[in-house]
């Protein structure tokens, strides 16, 4: 039985498939910039990890734009061109698109940056204690270890 008159706060599924969608572009970009990252951390051994992070942004930024660009070209086509029907849709596809190639790019990277500045300040401080507070784990010689194995 149908009540007429009563609104439901649902999303209407094609709002839901664009964000979805968004989720995935968004997420896809961030995975290819940050292989180009651990591609240059190999490379780049001597450099900060800063560093390495700016050059592997500078390396996959024209990819970004280009494909970000081409996709927020059709769904701007969708939303002027498409009619009342998928308004919605490509509404949401053209907020995603901006706000989730922006998130890729800028805020992920820094984020690492900045988590790994923090796990580089709790390494430090810990290898700032003094020696004689953890004993040295004693070596064996050569002929003791071979004394062993047999």
């Known amino acids: 039985v149908a009540v007429t008159g009563v609104q439901t706060c649902a999303l209407p599924i094609y709002v839901i498939a664009a964000i979805l969608t968004v989720t995935g572009y968004s997420?896809?970009?961030?995975?290819?910039?940050?292989d180009r990252v651990r591609e240059n951390l190999r490379s780049m051994r001597r450099e900060s990890l800063a560093t390495v992070i700016?050059?592997?942004i500078n390396?996959?930024?024209?990819?970004?734009?280009?494909?970000?660009?081409?996709?927020?070209?059709s769904a701007i086509a969708l939303f002027?061109?498409?009619?009342?029907?998928?308004?919605?849709?490509?509404f949401t596809m053209i907020v995603g698109i901006?706000?989730?190639?922006?998130?890729?790019v800028f805020v992920a990277a820094a984020i690492v940056t900045f988590w790994s500045r923090g796990r580089m300040r709790a390494s430090t401080a810990a290898d700032?204690?003094?020696?004689a507070a953890t004993p040295a784990?004693?070596?064996?010689?050569?002929s003791q270890r071979k004394a062993k194995a047999s």
């Open 137 to 142: 784990p004693s070596r064996r010689s050569k």
């Open 128 to 131: 700032a204690t003094p020696a």
């Open 98 to 104: 901006v706000t989730g190639t922006y998130s890729s």
């Open 59 to 73: 390396q996959t930024l024209g990819r970004t734009i280009i494909t970000a660009g081409t996709t927020l070209l």
């Open 54 to 56: 700016n050059a592997s």
């Open 80 to 90: 002027l061109f498409g009619g009342e029907v998928l308004r919605g849709f490509s």
């Open 27 to 34: 997420t896809n970009d961030t995975i290819v910039i940050f």
